[in-house]
């Protein structure tokens, strides 16, 4: 039985009170979803003691709500001390009972006010009409949100009262709160969202096009990169031998050779990988997707993860987390900071320590070894060669003879 690895003092009374019935099915939950044994156990007695408070009091299951949790801590609070973790498992018991149809449904959420329902249309706007991805729209929110609060506070929203003084007032006030790249993904944000209000007849004028411009200059920086004998410290620098270290050198490998992105690692499915084909499909930005060639020591890598260190779980992502509940990383973050700490193990000193670092390394050492910029826009799968341009400051080399003599100096 999964509840096996409990303490055989838990099992005497886990099934006592209206919460006892169910403590077997929770218990093989928990070991499925990879908790400590530790940890389950303590989870167990912590509803065990619920239940027979519940028992105390002629509660059934039935009655074990949001408030009923409540009036239970304060009832601890008067005799011990709660423990760090006590409400993360109560949510996590009510969610279950939810998902047994023990407990009726979350009540419904509030109705929303008119401006969460304008940020929620033009969310839904990003994703059906334009096809961008979660984090577009994660991104531009907060500057259409702050907007909006700047400028109805607490007003009705009359988007045909928006004067295109508004618009580059709120820029000028605000740009100089940002780097120049923030700055320009806030001027971004706003174009859309008032693209999005024309696209709605909200507005009767193309105020988009009164949004100014931040001053920047495309291709004015050098893309970050690491050398190939960097890149080898890194992959070098991770434990094979454990779960963690064959987890990690399987997400830096797909990182160093293939040059995907954090958040296409991150929804990578076992769906995705055919073997049969040597073949990997990745699902980027734009909701496109693109099959690429596996090669052979990232598919060597990736198996010897999925055959000796990929817990079992009902998960279809590839990548798991070290630590219950067992499921996939909830955030692209995840995958940057594997390599933040690869890049610690290695001592190897980066401006950029996210995963794009990798991106921008195989780029720059595929056109040193002499791929063209449209093979290399091929591989990293660039909507445009312009993007790809950018790789093209780096071929120092080929740059020099192009270098004009300096008056009064030499070449």
């Known amino acids: 039985m999964a509840h096996e690895f409990l303490n055989p003092k838990i099992r005497t009374y886990m099934h006592e009170g209206p919460l006892g019935p169910y403590s077997d099915e929770y218990a093989a939950l928990l070991h499925e979803q990879g908790y400590y044994p530790v940890y389950a156990t303590w989870q167990i007695r912590w509803v065990a003691v619920l239940s027979q408070w519940l028992q105390q009091r002629g509660f059934q299951a039935k009655d074990l709500t949001p408030a009923t949790v409540a009036c239970y801590f304060r009832f601890r609070k008067r005799r011990w001390r709660v423990r760090r973790g006590e409400h993360s498992v109560s949510k996590r018991y009510l969610a279950f009972l939810r998902h047994k149809g023990i407990l009726p449904s979350e009540a419904p959420p509030r109705a929303k006010n008119a401006r969460e329902l304008a940020e929620e249309n033009f969310e839904r706007y990003l994703f059906d009409e334009r096809g961008l991805s979660q984090a577009t729209a994660t991104n531009y929110l907060p500057f259409v949100r702050r907007f909006l609060a700047e400028r109805f506070e607490r007003r009705p929203l009359r988007f045909d009262r928006l004067r295109a003084t508004d618009i580059t007032g709120h820029v000028q006030r605000h740009a100089r709160d940002f780097c120049p790249k923030r700055a320009g993904l806030m001027v971004s944000a706003l174009r859309s969202f008032l ?217």
């Open 195 to 411: 693209r999005h209000l024309r696209h709605r007849d909200l507005v009767k004028t193309d105020l988009a096009a009164c949004v100014p411009t931040i001053a920047t200059w495309r291709l004015s920086t050098l893309p970050k990169f690491l050398s190939p004998d960097q890149v080898r410290r890194v992959l070098g620098g991770c434990d094979r031998r454990t779960p963690i270290g064959r987890r990690d050198y399987a997400v830096l490998m797909l990182l160093a050779h293939l040059g995907l992105r954090a958040g296409e690692v991150m929804i990578l499915t076992l769906d995705d990988l055919h073997w049969e084909t040597g073949a990997i499909t990745v699902r980027g930005k734009g909701r496109r997707q693109a099959r690429l060639p596996m090669p052979h020591n990232v598919g060597r890598a990736l198996a010897s993860y999925l055959k000796k260190s990929r817990p079992p779980c009902s998960s279809r992502r590839v990548f798991i987390r070290s630590r219950a509940p067992r499921q996939g990383f909830s955030h692209a973050g995840s995958v940057g900071d594997i390599v933040q700490r690869a890049l610690e193990r290695a001592g190897v000193s980066s401006a950029r320590q996210g995963a794009h670092l990798f991106r921008h390394s195989l780029a720059t050492n595929m056109l040193r070894r002499g791929a063209s910029l449209t093979e290399i826009g091929q591989l990293l799968r660039h909507r445009g060669a312009d993007t790809t341009s950018i790789y093209a400051k780096v071929d120092l080399t080929s740059l020099r003879p192009l270098a004009l003599s300096w008056p009064g100096g030499s070449r």
